[in-house]
Antibody
Framework: EVQLVESGGGLVQPGGSLRLSCAAS????????MSWVRQAPGKELEWVSI???????SYADSVMGRFTISRDNFKNTLNLQVSSLRDEDTAVYYC????????????WGQGTLVTVSS | DIQMTQSPSSLSASVGDRITITCRAS??????LNWYQQKPGKAPKLLIY???SLQGGVPSRFSGSGSGTDFTLTISGLQPEDFATFFC?????????FGQGTKVEI
């Protein structure tokens, strides 16, 4: 069974950093395209980043240069290093599998909340 | 970026109703359109991909149609567990973008 469990969220001051992780089971992270999506409280979903199975990455303009997506093949984990955080980065961050054939976000984790506040 | 606009933002319906939600893209996206359902406090769930393909395990009362810029999600015979917020999303080009959501309430 495919399972995604995010962790690493919390309260952080503006300008601070966090490392979000997404532990995967039931599939191999490095063989799949993996993405992060966030949702600010009461707002719509916003795509953040993707790492393709070949290792190429892409980011939303709003996080370019501040966020870094990566994967740990040994731990079968997806990571998102978030830095230079701003108030507007406050959101629930979800990891998800981007389906090779469906070209959609097929499976999602339950999310981890990042709150940026002084 | 491609803008996705959903309508209505919310709607009230009853069990057994047939409802339709529309999604319009700011430019043509072929059939690179997906629909998700989200319940309060939960992660979104994929319902429809490529505009009209039903994701495995999703009930057949859900259906999608459209191509180019205009798309619809239809639920035929609304069930109590269907009351949720629905989002469309384009996967034509990055940045992938979502509609603002349609909340379906009793």
């Amino acid at each position: 069974e495919v399972q995604l469990v995010e962790s690493g969220g919390g309260l952080v001051q503006p300008g601070g950093s966090l490392r979000l992780s997404c532990a995967a089971s039931g599939f191999i992270v490095s063989s799949n395209h993996m993405s992060w999506v966030r949702q600010a409280p009461g707002k719509e979903l916003e795509w953040v980043s993707i790492i393709y199975s070949d290792g190429q990455t892409s980011y939303a303009d709003s996080v370019m240069g501040r966020f870094t997506i990566s994967r740990d093949n040994f731990k079968n984990t997806l990571n998102l290093q978030v830095s230079s955080l701003r108030d507007e980065d406050t959101a629930v961050y979800y990891c998800a599998i981007w389906g090779h054939s469906t070209w959609s976000l097929e499976y999602w984790g339950q999310g981890t909340l990042v709150t940026v506040s002084s | 970026d491609i803008q996705m606009t959903q309508s209505p933002s919310s709607l009230s319906a009853s069990v057994g109703d047939r409802i339709t939600i529309t999604c319009r893209a700011s430019q043509t996206i072929d059939t690179f359109l997906n629909w998700y359902q989200q319940k309060p406090g939960k992660a979104p769930k994929l319902l429809i991909y490529s505009a009209s393909s039903l994701q495995g395990g999703v009930p057949s009362r859900f259906s999608g149609s459209g191509s180019g810029t205009d798309f619809t999600l239809t639920i035929s015979g609304l069930q109590p567990e269907d009351f949720a917020t629905f989002f469309c999303q384009q996967s034509y080009t990055t940045p992938w973008t979502f509609g603002q959501g349609t909340k379906v309430e009793i």
